[in-house]
């Protein structure tokens, strides 16, 4: 004889009744399929009988949230906490976790957002294995820039030949490149941006000071009473 099975938790759908019968459609979370548990039936090919049924009152199919109808996007957002009993929402979630099991960067690449401490510590990466350039590299990189404009100035006048300039004028303008580039780099600090001795909020992606919420773990909850096992992405603390 098979081992009792016992969910850890289910949710109990139609209820279609038949003489001295009834079949439950039961799910626990694992998949998006029923299983269709009997009670006091005849025997089938393969059927799941019920030692005990807890009935705990009855549920007025006009007034119950989730109607055996299509359910719209739109209807489902004024009962979010059971969204996730729906076949759509699940599979979503489940459609979710596939892809961010199949790319492992996901969380800290593609959906990675920009804040100051993010910046931060990238600028500060960035710094420790490409020191800033010095005062002294600047002014070396100007001095190229300006050796050679006088050089591309001396062709033009001299009415050298097309050639000549245009080669001229790519080192010019690659001397140029590389200047902006050192100036650029010039101006990156490490730590948080700071403007007046304060942290400089515009810098960061809500433009002000904001707070992190437990709302990833609140929104989690819902999804743990109707799938299996259940993680969130956002910080936690």
Request: glycine share 6%; proline share 7%.
């Amino acid at each position: 004889m098979a081992e009792p099975i016992r969910p850890s938790r289910s949710g109990v759908g139609s209820r279609p009744v038949g003489g001295s019968f009834a079949f439950l459609e039961l799910n626990d979370g694992f998949c998006p399929a029923n299983l269709q548990v009997i009670v006091e039936g005849t025997k089938q090919r393969v059927e799941l009988r019920v030692e005990n049924v807890h009935h705990v009152g009855p549920v007025d199919p006009a007034k119950y949230p989730l109607p055996k109808t299509r359910l719209t996007l739109e209807f489902l957002r004024d009962i979010v906490h059971f969204r996730p009993r729906t076949n759509m929402i699940s599979a979503v979630a489940r459609i979710r976790d596939a892809l961010a099991y199949a790319l492992p960067t996901c969380a800290s690449e593609m959906f990675q957002v920009t804040t100051l401490i993010g910046d931060a510590e990238k600028v500060e990466k960035e710094l420790i294995k490409n020191p800033p350039p010095s005062e002294a590299d600047i002014e070396a990189a100007k001095a190229l820039v300006k050796e050679k404009g006088e050089v591309v100035a001396q062709l033009k006048s001299a009415k050298a030949g097309k050639a000549g300039i245009t080669a001229s004028v790519a080192e010019l303008n690659k001397a140029k490149e590389n200047l902006s580039r050192l100036e650029e780099r010039s101006k990156l600090k490490p730590g948080i941006p700071q403007k007046d001795g304060k942290i400089h909020y515009s810098q960061d992606i809500f433009a002000h000071q904001a707070f992190l919420t437990v709302s990833g773990q609140l929104q989690v909850e819902t999804y743990a009473c109707a799938v299996c096992s259940v993680y969130t992405f956002g910080p936690t603390f």
